[in-house]
């Protein structure tokens, strides 16, 4: 795999350990220590995929792959972590993360998960698995970010106006619509904002 691999963990063990193993198996990598450092980088487009750890104390991952994905859309977030707890597995489902593993992970899961999720497909800890669809049974509803956009979309507001309003791209705004009718089963955003008022997604 020819584009580098990020790293990004207040951890220097860690990241060393990572970027050992990262290496001897031919990927290139480059590691950060803080989530802002990772995103003061001036072109992220030709990166494999960034692996995050969640709790760092400048900015957790979660948030910086949301921030990542608002600033490269279609990047491959693999979140990297001790915690297998329900709420943060919901919280990475609303970031836009692709895969989810646990530290203690072995190695060879690890560099299986790093593939899937550069190739765009999702991967979760088999030891998560439980904790993940249960979270996703919660996901099937709209974020809060979602059902903000389409309570706009409802008040009559173009993408432009809604991306204008948030602070955020119209690629951004597309990528959220899509994700919206894809989870109502809508199949234009007039429906969608419909399905919504009938089952008080919105007002």
């Known amino acids: 795999m020819s584009d580098p691999i990020l790293i990004v963990d207040d951890d220097a063990d860690v990241r060393d350990s990572l970027r050992a193993l990262l290496e001897s198996a031919g990927y290139a990598v480059e590691d950060f220590k803080s989530a802002r450092d990772v995103l003061a980088v001036t072109d992220l487009s030709k990166r ?38 329900r709420s943060l597995l919901q919280r990475g489902l609303e970031s836009g993360a692709r895969g989810y593993i646990l530290k203690e992970t072995p190695h060879e899961t690890l560099l299986r998960a790093i593939e899937k999720v550069a190739a765009g497909e999702t991967f979760v800890d088999p030891g ?15 974020t809060p970010r979602e059902r903000e956009i389409l309570q706009l ?51």
């Open 153 to 203: 979309l409802a008040d009559g507001m173009s993408n432009a106006d809604v991306a204008q309003k948030l602070f955020i791209s119209q690629e951004t705004v597309k990528s959220h619509v899509r994700h919206i009718l894809a989870k109502l089963e809508a199949d234009t955003r007039t429906q969608a904002v419909a399905i919504a008022l009938r089952e008080a997604m919105i007002d």
């Open 48 to 85: 494999s995929c960034l692996i995050a750890d969640i709790r760092m104390p400048d900015m957790d991952g979660l948030e910086a792959t949301e921030l990542l994905l608002e600033k490269v859309p279609g990047t491959g977030v693999l979140i990297f972590t001790a915690y297998g707890e």
């Open 128 to 142: 998560l698995m439980a904790e993940f669809v249960s979270a996703q049974g919660q996901a099937d509803v709209l």
